[in-house]
């Protein structure tokens, strides 16, 4: 697809990016005003998503938990009364803490599926009635290659991917014919701050510009679903289709089993730290 196509596609539309302010979210919401969209950034850190929102010229950031309807509700109707109605809504906010099962404590499993799962469900029914009322709109939700391809050392991200999956599949088919869209979006190890201290396959790794390059194109061109990157969709497929002692040796073979098994704790203290902060 051309620049020129996704640029006038994305150009003039409200687009809503939770989890904006760093990582994925911040070169998403990037890209989306480089192609002209009107950009309103949400995310749990009110400080760092204002100092990213003035760095790429959002029209708007604010703080957002995802978790909380109020706050929700709250900043989607700031929105509109600042940018107009919402043409997209990128559910982009997620967290990722990583080792084994049984040293994952209560509280961080409860903030995986709240953040990860319930952020994505509750974004979708708020801003649902007026798409549907307007018969037009676009809700992209923020996958990964780990909802299909379960990973030891991230058990509960794993299965928290795989329902916002699910749960995009289900809104797709529910509101087929309405004019409202779904689309999930499945990055493979990317590289920001989720996987410091991982020794993510070098061949499996993207870039946050090659997500953001993906979702612009999704914008300009619904699709029920779009894998990044290519290589590691066409990976996924071929695991799919093999026997699984084949597809867990070449895991093996490749490190997957240990990358988020084997971390350096020290590496990943920042990341760890602010979450525990949140």
Do not use: W
């Amino acid at each position: 697809m051309s620049t020129e196509r996704i640029t006038r596609s994305a150009a003039g539309k409200v687009v809503v990016v939770t989890g904006g302010a760093r990582g994925i979210g911040r070169a998403v919401a990037s890209a989306l005003a480089d192609a002209g969209a009107v950009v309103a950034l949400g995310d749990i850190d009110a400080s760092t998503v204002a100092s990213t929102g003035t760095e790429i010229g959002a029209a708007t950031a604010r703080h957002l938990d995802v978790t909380d309807p109020a706050s929700f509700t709250s900043f989607l109707a700031e929105v509109e009364k600042t940018c107009g109605p919402i043409d997209v809504l990128i559910n982009n906010a997620g967290i990722m803490p990583v080792g084994r099962f049984t040293e994952e404590t209560d509280e961080i499993t409860r903030r995986i599926l709240d953040i990860n799962v319930y952020g994505v469900i509750l974004g979708t029914k708020l801003v649902l009635p007026k798409f549907l009322a307007r018969g037009r709109g676009h809700v992209v939700n923020m996958a990964s290659m780990a909802g299909e391809n379960p990973t030891p050392g991230m058990a509960t991200y794993c299965a928290s991917k795989q329902a916002v999956l699910s749960f995009t599949e289900t809104m797709r088919l529910e509101h087929r014919g309405t004019g409202v869209r779904f689309s999930a979006v499945l990055p493979t190890f990317t590289r920001t701050e989720m996987i410091t201290g991982t020794r993510a396959p070098r061949a499996l790794l993207a870039e946050p510009a090659d997500v953001a390059a993906a979702v612009t194109a999704l914008i300009a061109r619904p699709r029920r679903r779009v894998s990044v990157t290519r290589t590691a969709g066409v990976l996924a497929a071929f695991n799919k289709l093999t026997p699984r002692p084949i597809g867990e040796f070449m895991a093996r073979r490749l490190g997957v089993h240990r990358t988020f098994i084997d971390v350096d704790r020290d590496a990943r203290r920042a990341y760890d730290d602010r979450l525990a902060a949140d």
